[in-house]
């Protein structure tokens, strides 16, 4: 049987934050999970990972779940001009895979998070 390494406690934690403070701050009045789902599958594709990223926002008051709903209730929406950054290069798109050679990344207290093409920035934001 093969096993796989132990994930570190660090690098979860590092992941769940920077998945709490992504849903913190959604420009969404609501999304349906599976919205959710994609959003944050853009920084794990673990679904207890996500389970827990879900959890912890919803303990923090930073989401509310009723049923398939998801309500942001941050209010903190990102600045494109401080908080969305470009770098030019070649980057895979986190949500789609595409090939992009401008880059948006996100800057979030628990780091930067990124690369995004142009429209997958503001499907991720929730300002598509």
């Known amino acids: ?3 796989s390494a132990p994930v ?3 690098v979860t934690d590092e992941t769940v934050e920077l998945g709490v403070q992504l849903l913190e701050r959604l420009e969404h009045e609501e999304l349906s999970l599976a919205e959710a789902v994609d959003r944050l599958e853009t920084i794990t594709t673990s679904p207890t990972t996500t389970r827990t990223i879900l959890d912890e926002a919803e303990r923090r008051g930073v989401i509310r779940r009723e ?3 998801i309500r942001p ?3 903190r929406f990102l600045r494109f001009e401080s908080e969305v950054i470009t770098k030019e290069g070649e980057f895979t798109c986190k949500r789609c ?3 992009v050679t ?3 990344f996100m800057r ?3 780091g930067e ?3 995004f093409g142009s429209s997958c920035i503001r499907k991720v934001t929730g300002r598509e």
């Open 1 to 3: 049987m093969i096993r």
């Open 8 to 10: 570190s406690p660090r």
């Open 67 to 69: 049923g398939g709903i």
């Open 73 to 75: 209730r941050g209010g």
């Open 97 to 99: 895979g595409a090939s």
């Open 102 to 104: 401008t880059g948006y």
């Open 108 to 110: 979030l207290d628990a």
């Open 113 to 115: 998070h990124g690369p």
